[in-house]
């Protein structure tokens, strides 16, 4: 019998009483085999709770190891919408105004044609300050990163720097180089480094103690290799980024589930430590100004009769993905160690969606 078959069979013995599940692993497996993508860890919510986690394949194929659901992986740009809880955090403590301009003494966006004090932290949040730079490549080791004022001003490995293309408040487009200014933001008004301040203020509340913003030796150890699109082994611990909010955070689907149940603050929560009051998050999950599908660090998209919140994350080899249906609580964090794991995802995604809207369906029918 093969690993993959006896891990199967032993996985469905486990979780036979969970359709779902089952259904989610059997796909988990034949479309890591299709795409060729060595692993997939994901975590499924139901009813506002973490209701499963599971692990298929490989973190590392040559020394077949194997993914569990405390296999480390980076998130891509998932990491913005936990950043954002960051930033919250500071403005439910009155330490920041969501409308105010930003200002930074360490950098200073370059002139242009356009006010700088129209961009605000709503609009750096929600991708409507009018800002260039999209996304960042990353630095693999080794690799001396640049500051953040010399990533702001175009330090970014061949991204470009951040300046001033739109008038705030008129238009949608994604930057993560504001995420990067509002990086700079958080540390100048909480007077610590991102990565500290995250950890104890979000992360740890949150009870994700294998997740941190960079890569410290616990987490390098127990994370996953990632693989390019030809399958080949990239190094561990990269890519590297100064600019952690927009695309530094390593995590695992354990981790990430207890996010997604925090981020579903109208279930149960009587029983949650709130990092966030839960007014704040449904703001945060609602359409922005001149933002319609996207509100402060989460993107919010139409799949038939469901509205899905949530973000996917793509760095070079490491795929994502973060999805809520904040009516019935329901969610699912999926993640892969391989550059092809968007189609993994898709496909992952695609089950749970079908269950889900299912499920209402039902629901509706019994009333």
Request: glycine share 10%.
């Amino acid at each position: 019998m093969t690993f993959a078959l006896a891990t199967l069979l032993a996985t469905l013995a486990a979780g036979g009483d969970d359709p779902l599940r089952d259904e989610v692993e059997r796909r988990a497996w034949e479309a890591c085999e299709q795409h060729h993508v060595p692993g997939v860890s994901l975590a499924l919510v139901r009813d506002g709770r973490l209701a499963w986690t599971l692990g298929c394949g490989w973190a590392d194929v040559a020394a077949e190891r194997e993914v569990t659901a405390q296999t480390v992986f980076n998130i891509g740009s998932i990491s913005k919408t936990v950043a954002a809880w960051g930033l919250m955090k500071l403005v439910d403590e009155e330490k920041l105004a969501l409308d105010s301009p930003v200002v930074t003494k360490r950098w200073t966006v370059p002139p242009s044609e356009f006010a700088p004090t129209g961009v605000t932290l709503r609009r750096l949040l929600s991708h409507t300050a009018g800002l260039t730079l999209h996304g960042y490549p990353g630095f693999w080791p080794p690799k001396e990163l640049p500051s953040l004022e010399a990533s702001l001003s175009g330090d970014t490995n061949g991204a470009g720097d951040v300046r001033l293309e739109a008038e705030p408040g008129t238009r949608w487009k994604y930057s993560g180089g504001g995420f990067t200014w509002a990086q700079l933001l958080l540390e100048e008004t909480s007077g610590q480094g991102f990565a500290a301040y995250m950890r104890t203020e979000v992360l740890e509340p949150l009870g994700m103690q294998n997740s941190a913003y960079g890569w410290p030796a616990e987490i390098l150890a127990a994370s996953a290799t990632p693989y390019d699109q030809d399958g080949e082994p990239l190094p561990r611990g990269g890519p590297l980024f100064p600019e952690l909010a927009a695309a530094g955070l390593q995590t695992t689907a354990a981790d990430m589930g207890r996010f997604a149940v925090a981020s579903l603050a109208l279930f149960h929560a009587e029983e949650k430590a709130r990092v966030l009051r839960p007014e704040t998050i449904a703001l945060m999950q609602s359409p922005a100004p001149a933002s319609p599908e996207y509100g402060l660090g989460y993107a919010l998209e139409h799949r038939g009769a469901l509205v899905v919140t949530g973000h996917g994350g793509a760095n070079e080899g490491w795929m994502a993905r973060l999805s809520l249906v904040t009516e019935s609580g329901d969610g699912i964090v999926i993640l892969t160690n391989g550059s092809n794991g968007t189609a993994v995802i898709q496909a992952l995604e695609k089950v749970w969606l079908e269950h889900v809207a299912a499920a209402r369906k039902d629901a509706g029918q019994a009333r």
